[in-house]
């Protein structure tokens, strides 16, 4: 008899089980793949290290305009990729480390609940039945695959890629068309790109980035358009086939040849085949429905990470594991989905914290937006020839505190946790401009910003 059972390994699934392991319950964790579960194996990790080879490779070409002279700068995709799984590999086999240390018990398996009697939940994995007293489900996401005319047949016949896939592709497509211009499309296209693939974005919607501040969208696009990128915007695909796809445009349909095509327009929850209807489990948009604890409606029964569909990123999934924990050890606990950072990981980033322009505009907050160019910063200006870097801040007129912070440029990624904690707190104006900040930074520029 466990105390807790958690099905899924995943950032949710993990950072929770060694939460609760360390709070003296006894944890089995489920996962049917590897620990780490997409971010780690298939997301977050690999395509950073992917991204992280482009940028050098990018240095190097551009390297005359910092005043470095070298020639025959090449990039090797197979060494890259091997390079990836090396990664991929140390990480996961630390995050069985840390279960073994916790004295989580991990099994490999499909886990399936079987019901609840009054002992507990009941989970069946390789026909063998657990019981705990507690059940938290992480069984996370998988890539959105619509009713494309070709896909199915275009993804068995390795056409047509997920995530997934184009992660383990050691070739180098000399053409590639990206189906969904949001995170996961944007940093393939971006690394792709970058090592000479002819690249093309085709997104549904009018603008790139999903809900990205708009100017910052702006900015985004017409870099990569600048690169050689094309985008092809307020476009619907039609077909997956033969060598191209087919999208419809104002009436019109037109084909694009390609090598391979990269099926990025989303992702769903994973609830089923785990038995959610064995106990009753309300599900909603094929999302399990928690409210701001983690609690589902089943007493006993929290979900966290992906499978709720509340916001599908590893560091939401962590604070939900965590939320999860302290509630089922009776700490009340609860999260706050209105100070989720985001991040896009080309080159250059793209960060955001709040509310955008659009949705403060939609919500009817009365609000003002600054916008302040990162080469205020002397660092940045020294370490980015021609960049145009900004910082947009969404500041409430009414309380004058920070509602929203919207970043393009080097280290973004970086900057965007301190930009959080100021709208998690909601501090207000006058107060950050008594922040000293270290210089000279590029973070500098957020505080520069609260004096215009």
Request: aromatic share 6%; charged share 25%.
């Amino acid at each position: 008899m466990y105390d807790l059972i958690i099905l899924g390994g995943g950032p949710a699934g993990y950072n929770a089980a060694e939460r609760a392991a360390h709070n003296k319950l006894k944890v089995l964790l489920i996962e049917k793949r590897a620990l780490g579960g997409v971010c780690l194996n298939e997301g977050c990790i690999p395509t950073k290290s992917l991204l992280y080879s482009a940028k050098i490779y990018d240095y190097a070409k551009h390297s005359k305009d910092y005043g470095v002279t070298f020639e025959g700068a090449s990039i090797d995709h197979t060494k890259v990729i091997d390079r990836k799984g090396k990664v991929v590999k140390t990480l996961v086999s630390g995050v069985a480390a840390k279960m073994k240390k916790a004295g989580v018990e991990v099994i490999n398996a499909l886990g399936e609940i079987k019901g609840k009697d009054s002992e507990g939940f009941t989970v069946v994995a390789e026909g063998k039945e657990y019981k705990a007293s507690k059940l938290l489900i992480c069984t996370g996401s998988s890539p959105a695959l619509p009713p494309i005319d070709g896909l199915k047949a275009s993804l068995e016949n390795g056409f047509a890629l997920t995530n997934r896939e184009i992660l383990d592709m050691t070739s180098v497509p000399s053409t590639l068309v990206v189906v969904g211009g949001g995170v996961i499309g944007l940093e393939m296209a971006s690394y792709f790109n970058s090592i000479g693939t002819k690249v093309y974005v085709v997104e549904m919607l009018d603008h790139i980035a999903g809900p990205t501040e708009g100017q910052i969208s702006s900015l985004l696009q017409k870099e990569y358009a600048k690169r050689g990128v094309e985008f092809i915007l307020g476009a619907k695909v039609v077909s997956i086939k033969d060598n191209a796809v087919s999208y419809e445009l104002n009436g019109k349909t037109t084909a694009i040849p390609c090598d391979k095509a990269l099926v990025s327009i989303g992702r769903r929850a994973v609830t089923q085949g785990i038995g959610l209807e064995n106990i009753g489990v309300l599900t909603e948009r094929g999302a399990i429905v928690t409210d701001e604890y983690l609690r589902t409606n089943i007493p006993g029964v929290w979900a966290a990470g992906d499978v709720n569909g509340k916001s599908m990123l590893a560091h939401t999934a962590y604070r939900e594991g965590e939320v999860a924990v302290n509630n089922i050890l009776g700490k009340k606990d609860r999260i706050n989905y209105n100070a989720i950072p985001a991040v896009i990981y080309t080159n250059p980033e793209v960060a955001s914290v709040g509310e955008t322009t659009e949705s403060a505009k939609a919500k009817g907050l009365d609000v003002k937006v600054v916008e302040a160019t990162l080469k205020y910063s002397g660092r940045y200006i020294a370490e980015n020839e021609g960049g145009n870097g900004i910082v947009r801040l969404v500041i409430d007129n009414k309380y004058n505190t920070l509602k929203g912070v919207h970043i393009y440029g080097t280290y973004a990624s970086e900057m965007i946790y301190g930009a959080a904690m100021m709208v998690e707190t909601e501090m207000r104006v006058t107060d950050i401009q008594k922040l000293v900040f270290p210089h000279p930074t590029v973070c500098e520029v957020i505080r520069e910003a609260m004096f215009f």
